[in-house]
């Protein structure tokens, strides 16, 4: 098993920037590769971001490339997503999830066993 802890969300004007992290603890995280999801409200779940389990490699959805990076701290257990120059649309929660270490990167949420709690993120326009 492993746990997930997100945190770093709020409410941040467009154009702001926030950084969510997610700290997991339980099997050694380095196994793993990490991504980060959102939901908004009344809409799916959707892929942000992910990371391989090596850090070589990364996925962004379209959304939020040139705007957004992912990025982890083995030593740490931690994997972070930087939001740059964020939009009213950005608004929704943002889950951490950890899978298996495929390549490439997984955008599929079956393929990430372990889920955070989520934490929200709200563009003010």
């Known amino acids: 098993q492993v746990q997930l802890v997100e945190s770093g969300g709020g409410l941040v004007q467009a154009g702001g920037s926030l950084r969510l992290s997610c700290a997991a603890s339980g099997r050694p995280f380095s196994n793993y590769n990490a991504g980060w999801f959102r939901q908004a409200p009344g809409k799916e779940r959707e892929f942000v971001a992910a990371?391989?389990?090596?850090?070589?490699?990364?996925d962004l959805a379209n959304s939020v490339k040139g705007r957004v990076a992912i990025a982890r701290d083995d030593a740490r257990n931690t994997v972070y997503l930087q939001m740059n120059s964020l939009k009213p649309e950005d608004t929704a929660v943002y889950y951490c999830?950890?899978?298996?270490?495929?390549?490439?990167?997984?955008?599929?949420?079956?393929?990430?066993?372990?889920w955070g709690q989520g934490t929200q993120v709200t563009v003010s326009s």
């Open positions: 999830a950890v899978g298996w270490g495929v390549s490439p990167v997984s955008r599929q949420l079956r393929d990430y066993p372990y």
């Open positions: 990371i391989s389990w090596s850090g070589d490699s990364t």
